[in-house]
C-alpha cells in the first residue's frame, strides 16, 4: 500500500463529450479521477444548453467504454434527480439500477457516487449503505486537505474554478507535514468553454504532476490510502 502522506483525486460529472480532451490532459500527466455519470442518460442525444455558452452532449456509452480506462467510474443517478425530491423506493431504484448498469457496462464493481446537484438526506444516506456505496461527494469546498470522517457525506477541497485553488495548490506543494493530507477537486469538463478555460486548467494539472511526494489516484483509491493512516 502507498505510504505517501499527500494524495490528489479529481472528480468529474455527468460524463459529457468534453471529457475526450479532459481525459487526454488528466492522462498526459498522470493525474488520476472518478468520473460520476448517469447510466440512462449515455447518448449525444441528450443535450442541454450551458448558460448559453455552449451545447453539451452527453457521451455515448460506446465512445468512453475505453476513454475511461485508467480511471474510476462511479454513480451519479441513473436519470441524474434530486434525490430528496423523491420517496425512499424511486431513490432506491434510481441507484440501484444506476449501479447495476454501469457495473455490466464497465465490467467493474461501483463503490463510489456524486450525488446529483450535490443534494441528500438521511434516506439517500440508508439507501447508499444498502446498497454497498462507500462514499459520495456534495458539492461544497472544505478549502482543507484533512482526511473526511464521514465517507457518505463526502465535500470537495475545491472546484477548479475557484481562485483559490492556485493558493491551495502552493499550501499543498511546499507542505511537510507529516499527518496525511487528501486534496480533492471536482468540476464539469463543459466548464471549459473558452482556450483560455482549458490552457488555465491544464497549468494546474502540469503544477501539481510529477511530484514524488504526491499520491495520485482515484476516489476509492484514496479512500483505501486514508484507511492505511486509521
Ligand atoms: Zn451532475
Same mark, same amino acid.
Given at each position: 500500500m502507498n505510504k505517501k502522506t499527500k494524495a490528489l483525486t479529481f472528480s468529474f460529472d455527468d460524463g459529457?463529450?468534453?471529457? *475526450?480532451?479532459?481525459?487526454?490532459?488528466?492522462?498526459?500527466?498522470?493525474?488520476k479521477c472518478?468520473?460520476? $455519470? /448517469? %447510466?440512462? !442518460?449515455? %447518448?449525444?442525444?441528450?443535450?442541454? /444548453?450551458? /448558460?448559453n455558452k455552449k451545447l453539451v452532449l452527453h457521451m455515448?456509452?460506446?465512445?468512453?467504454?475505453?476513454?475511461?480506462?485508467? =480511471? *474510476?467510474?462511479?454513480?451519479?443517478?441513473?436519470t441524474h434527480p434530486d434525490f430528496s425530491k423523491l420517496d425512499y423506493n424511486t431513490t432506491y431504484n434510481d441507484i440501484y439500477i444506476?449501479?447495476?448498469? $454501469?457495473? %455490466?457496462?464497465?465490467?467493474?464493481k461501483i463503490k463510489g457516487m456524486?450525488?446529483?446537484?450535490?443534494?441528500?438526506? *438521511?434516506?439517500?444516506?440508508?439507501?447508499?449503505?444498502?446498497?454497498? +456505496?462507500?462514499y459520495s461527494r456534495g458539492v461544497h469546498s472544505t478549502y482543507s486537505f484533512e482526511l473526511p470522517n464521514?465517507?457518505?457525506? !463526502?465535500?470537495?477541497?475545491? =472546484?477548479?474554478?475557484?481562485? *483559490?485553488?492556485?493558493?491551495? +495548490?502552493?499550501d499543498f506543494i511546499n507542505s511537510s507535514s507529516s499527518e496525511p493530507l487528501l486534496f480533492y477537486i471536482?468540476? =464539469?469538463s463543459y466548464e471549459l468553454v473558452t482556450e483560455d478555460d482549458w490552457q488555465d486548467f491544464e497549468n494546474i494539472c502540469k503544477k501539481l504532476s510529477n511530484r514524488d511526494d504526491i499520491y495520485y489516484c482515484t476516489n476509492i483509491e484514496a479512500i483505501e490510502w486514508m484507511k492505511t493512516f486509521e
Amino acid at each position: 500500500m502507498n505510504k505517501k502522506t499527500k494524495a490528489l483525486t479529481f472528480s468529474f460529472d455527468d460524463g459529457v463529450l468534453d471529457d *475526450e480532451r479532459l481525459v487526454g490532459i488528466l492522462d498526459k500527466y498522470g493525474l488520476k479521477c472518478t468520473f460520476n $455519470l /448517469n %447510466s440512462a !442518460l449515455m %447518448s449525444n442525444r441528450n443535450t442541454w /444548453n450551458y /448558460n448559453n455558452k455552449k451545447l453539451v452532449l452527453h457521451m455515448n456509452y460506446t465512445d468512453c467504454i475505453n476513454l475511461y480506462e485508467k =480511471h *474510476e467510474i462511479a454513480c451519479h443517478g441513473y436519470t441524474h434527480p434530486d434525490f430528496s425530491k423523491l420517496d425512499y423506493n424511486t431513490t432506491y431504484n434510481d441507484i440501484y439500477i444506476d449501479k447495476k448498469i $454501469l457495473e %455490466s457496462l464497465f465490467d467493474c464493481k461501483i463503490k463510489g457516487m456524486a450525488y446529483p446537484f450535490g443534494v441528500y438526506d *438521511e434516506k439517500t444516506l440508508k439507501i447508499l449503505a444498502e446498497l454497498g +456505496i462507500v462514499y459520495s461527494r456534495g458539492v461544497h469546498s472544505t478549502y482543507s486537505f484533512e482526511l473526511p470522517n464521514k465517507l457518505l457525506e !463526502l465535500e470537495p477541497t475545491c =472546484h477548479y474554478r475557484e481562485k *483559490e485553488i492556485y493558493r491551495l +495548490i502552493d499550501d499543498f506543494i511546499n507542505s511537510s507535514s507529516s499527518e496525511p493530507l487528501l486534496f480533492y477537486i471536482w468540476g =464539469h469538463s463543459y466548464e471549459l468553454v473558452t482556450e483560455d478555460d482549458w490552457q488555465d486548467f491544464e497549468n494546474i494539472c502540469k503544477k501539481l504532476s510529477n511530484r514524488d511526494d504526491i499520491y495520485y489516484c482515484t476516489n476509492i483509491e484514496a479512500i483505501e490510502w486514508m484507511k492505511t493512516f486509521e
